[in-house]
C-alpha cells in the first residue's frame, strides 16, 4: 500500500491534519509532499504542519449536534503544531465544549492551548500558548482531542470575559451537567490570585443551572441589576385540571408576568413561530391573566427597555 495512502488515513482521523514528521515517517518521501503543496493538495497552516484537502469537510458543514468540523481540524492543527503534551484550553476548550456565551467561532480565531513551560517559548502563528500548571484530573478527551476538563476550562475562561459572557458560560455548565453547583466554590478558589480573579469572583454565585440559553442568562442580570429579579426560570403552567399549558424562561410571580427569550434560532423556523403562538394564545386564556412580554437579541441592546417592560405590568389588586 502506497505511503501517502497511510498518511491520508492518519490525516483523516486527525479531521485533516497532519505533521511532516509523521508522513516521513509513513514513508511520505519530500519531495512528495512538495509536489502535494504545489499543487494544493496539502496547505502548510503551521510549522511543519499541513492541512489534507481531501480529508476536510466542506466549508460550510454545520452539524445539529456538536462542534463545526472545521473547528476540531483547526484544533487539530494547532496541537500537532504545539507539541505531543499540549491541551486545548480557555475560550477554545469552551467551543469544544459547547458551552453557549462566547462570540461564535472563526476560523482566523487564535486557538487557545496549554503547554509545558520549557516549550512555550516558541511562536506559533494563530496559537495563543499558556504556560500555566495543570493538575492530575483537569484534562480529558473531547471529540478525540485533548482539552481541559470542564471545570478548569471554565477558570480559565472567565478570567479574559466581561460578566455577561462569563456567567453565561457557567450557566451553560451547569445546565448540560458538565459541572455541579456544588463544585463552584472550589473552582472560584481555585482561581485566587490570577490576573482577573478579583472581578470575577461574584460570577459564580450568580450561576443558575435552569437557564437554557445565554439570551435568557443576560436578560435575567439586566433585571438583576435593574432591582426586578424574576422569581422562577423555567416556570411552568398548568390548566386547573392539571394539564400542562406552556413553560416560559422568566417568570415574576406577584405581577403575574412571564418573559419569554426569542432567539435567532429555533425561534425564526415557522414551524416553531407557529407553537409559539399556541403556547401564547393558551396562556391568554388562564385566569388570573398572564401577562406575557416577548424579547428578541435585539433588546439586549436596550436594558431601560427591559426594564420598562416589567415595570408597566401593575401588580394585580388583592382580593377583598
Known amino acids: 500500500m502506497a505511503p501517502i495512502d497511510d498518511a491520508i488515513r492518519l490525516a483523516t482521523r486527525q479531521y485533516g491534519a497532519i505533521q511532516i514528521r509523521q508522513a516521513r515517517a509513513l514513508g511520505v518521501s519530500g519531495s512528495v509532499i512538495d509536489r502535494m503543496s504545489r499543487q494544493g ?10 492541512l489534507v484537502g481531501c480529508c476536510l469537510p466542506p466549508p460550510d458543514t454545520q452539524p445539529d449536534d456538536g462542534p463545526p468540523p472545521l473547528l476540531l481540524t483547526r484544533f487539530s492543527a494547532a496541537l500537532l503544531a504545539a507539541g505531543p503534551h499540549a491541551l486545548v484550553a480557555a475560550e477554545s476548550a469552551a467551543h469544544l465544549w459547547g458551552l453557549q456565551g462566547l462570540p461564535r467561532w472563526r476560523w482566523e ?3 487557545h492551548v496549554i503547554v509545558p513551560p520549557e516549550k512555550a517559548s516558541r511562536t506559533i502563528p494563530q496559537v495563543a500558548q499558556h504556560a500555566w500548571r495543570v493538575k492530575p484530573g483537569e484534562a480529558a478527551i473531547r471529540h478525540g482531542l485533548p482539552v481541559t476538563c470542564p471545570g478548569r476550562t471554565l477558570r480559565d475562561t472567565v478570567l479574559h470575559v466581561d460578566r455577561a459572557c462569563g456567567v453565561s458560560l457557567i450557566d451553560s455548565a451547569l445546565h448540560q451537567g458538565l459541572v455541579d453547583v456544588g463544585e463552584l466554590e472550589e473552582l472560584e478558589a481555585a482561581n485566587l490570585n490570577r490576573r482577573g480573579s478579583l472581578r470575577t469572583r461574584r460570577w459564580w454565585g450568580e450561576a443558575d443551572a435552569r437557564a437554557e440559553s445565554t439570551f435568557e442568562t443576560r ?5 438583576t441589576d435593574g432591582g426586578l429579579p424574576p422569581d422562577e426560570l423555567q416556570h411552568c403552567f398548568f390548566t386547573p385540571g392539571g394539564v400542562f399549558v406552556a413553560r416560559v424562561d422568566l417568570y415574576w410571580k406577584e ?4 418573559i419569554e427569550c426569542d432567539g435567532r434560532q429555533p425561534h425564526g423556523k415557522p414551524e416553531v413561530l407557529a407553537n409559539d403562538r399556541r403556547r401564547q394564545n393558551a396562556l391568554a386564556m388562564l385566569r388570573p391573566r398572564i401577562h ?8 439586549l441592546r436596550r436594558p431601560d427597555y427591559i426594564l420598562d417592560c416589567i415595570r408597566r405590568i401593575p401588580f394585580p389588586p388583592l382580593p377583598r
Request: charged letters at 25%; hydrophobic letters at 45%.
Open 219 to 223: 436578560v435575567r442580570l439586566i433585571c
Open 292 to 299: 406575557l412580554v416577548r424579547l428578541t437579541w435585539e433588546d
Open 41 to 50: 493538495h496539502w496547505q502548510l497552516v503551521h510549522p511543519g504542519v499541513h
Open 109 to 111: 480565531d487564535h486557538v
Open 255 to 258: 405581577r403575574r408576568l412571564a
